[in-house]
């Protein structure tokens, strides 16, 4: 790595840690309220299975909370180490946004974290619930801070430029950018995706290896019908997401779609080789007007091409295949999902064929692969912009040098892929061993609930 220029090394760098960082947030921000459902469902039936259910999934909420918090703040170095003009030029902007994250979201998680583990026998059921909430809710808010900077990013509005430094003329506009509000629908209903599949996924293999217990079963049956739901409006919001692209950063769809020239009845391609030297596609497959039909809902639709931005547009490979792979696995969620749906509701849990169970275990981190790839393609597709069309991302990286860059990114590398085999290890662990530790003891100090009348009397207010 030590032959390639600073610039590139730092844009690696950067994409291993957002890539890393990305799996736990995308967890949590949905686990948090899955939490939240399993634990109303206990207050209103009493029914031990739900509280069974929660004490396992509060677990990998913590693993999951506590690796992103991490992941976060090593990824936060990099402003000052390898970026530093990013905050030179819009720090007026991106400061005060990442502040607002901090101070609303991420001390609200952390006061509130605590009673949610280990206060279920130290205080009234109410304010454990009311815990659960305002953690999910902290989540959420969260996520809401850091959509607004990313979207304001790709659609910078809200703004002036003075003495070569961005300044803030409107902070509404700023927040809610034009493409806001796709972006932050889409990353919450990716969440909850992933996060179903996760969880349907990991109580289907705890299912396959004993059976589980009555928790198992119903968190495998919540989590299927979540995502049955889930997974066809991710596909209306990530249209509407796709027509406000397509409006304020064309250049981005030119390259999923491997358009060169502007046209209408445009092709959607299948499968291509994208030539970037060549300006053109080797290999195609594609299906007539299929691009103008999807991108403008009209078959004769005119689909920018990329020829019109030349030195202006994204590489076209890493878009164009990134763009795939996230449609790809959303095409196998929604297969997925609905034949377990269909399946369960005609035969119940119990009675579920042994193959399809296998298949929802393939599906167990097909979140987090949907995910990674949209990203890519948001993240890519802004390229060669940083801040669209105020910020290139060659005018923010620092003076650091190729060696440097090259060995910390070797570092970071090597604890990453550590951290996620152990990840990975600890979270099917923890499906095997289920609410209790191996000396069957609860892990954290959450009675079991309807285990005596303190049981139901801490509940009694809830």
């Keep these: 790595m030590d032959g390639l220029d600073p ?52 677990k990998v909420f913590a693993l999951s909370f506590a690796m992103g918090v991490v992941s976060g703040i090593t990824m936060s170095f990099q402003f000052g ?5 990013y905050m030179e030029k819009v720090g007026n902007v991106a400061g005060p946004l990442l502040a607002y994250e901090v101070l609303t979201a991420f001390f609200l998680e952390a006061v509130f974290l605590g009673i949610m583990l280990f206060g279920f026998s130290r205080v009234p059921g109410w304010l454990h619930t009311l815990a659960t909430f305002l953690v999910a809710a902290g989540t959420t808010l969260s996520a809401f801070w850091i959509i607004a900077l990313n979207s304001w990013m790709q659609t910078p509005v809200g703004f002036e430029i003075r003495d070569g430094v961005v300044h803030a003329t409107d902070w509404w506009a700023i927040v809610f950018n034009p493409s806001m509000p796709y972006r932050l629908a889409h990353m919450l209903i990716a969440s909850a995706l992933t996060v179903a599949f996760l969880i349907a996924g990991m109580s289907a293999w705890r299912w396959l290896k004993d059976g589980g217990g009555e928790g198992v079963r119903r968190s495998l049956k919540a989590a299927v019908y979540a995502a049955a739901l889930l997974i066809p409006v991710q596909i209306f919001i990530g249209d509407q997401h796709g027509l406000n692209t397509l409006e304020h950063q064309p250049q981005k769809v030119a390259a999923m779609e491997a358009n060169w020239e502007t046209a209408a009845n445009v092709p959607l391609i299948l499968f291509a080789i994208p030539d970037g030297e060549a300006r053109t596609n080797h290999l195609e497959v594609a299906i007539p007007s299929g691009a103008s039909l999807i991108l403008t809902h009209h078959a004769g639709g005119v689909v920018p091409g990329l020829n019109d931005y030349r030195g202006n547009h994204p590489p076209v490979g890493p878009v164009f295949w990134g763009f795939r792979i996230m449609v790809g696995i959303g095409v196998l969620m929604l297969a997925t999902s609905w034949l377990a749906a269909w399946t369960i509701r005609r035969r119940g ?60 990114l070797t570092l970071y590398l090597a604890v990453y892929a550590v951290l996620l085999a152990a990840y990975v290890f600890v979270l099917y662990r923890l499906a095997r061993l289920g609410s209790a530790a191996p000396q069957g003891k609860p892990m954290f100090p959450i009675p079991r609930a309807a285990e005596g009348p303190a049981a139901h009397q801490s509940e009694a207010t809830s």
Excluded: C
């Design 81 to 85: 180490t390898n970026w530093p003009g």
């Design 349 to 408: 849990v119990e009675a579920m064929p042994r193959w399809l169970a296998h298949a929802l275990v393939a599906m167990t981190f097909s979140g987090w692969v949907a995910t990674l790839a949209g990203w890519y393609v948001t993240e890519i597709g802004r390229q060669p912009w940083l801040v669209t069309g105020v910020l290139r991302t060659s005018e923010a990286v620092g003076p650091v040098g190729s060696a440097m860059v090259a060995s910390s």
């Design 7 to 58: 610039l590139t090394l730092a844009r690696i760098q950067f994409a291993a840690n957002i890539s890393f960082h990305i799996l736990f947030p995308t967890i949590t921000i949905a686990l948090g309220w899955a939490l939240l459902g399993f634990k109303l469902a206990y207050n209103r039936t009493r029914d031990s299975a739900w509280m069974d259910a929660y004490r396992l999934w509060v």
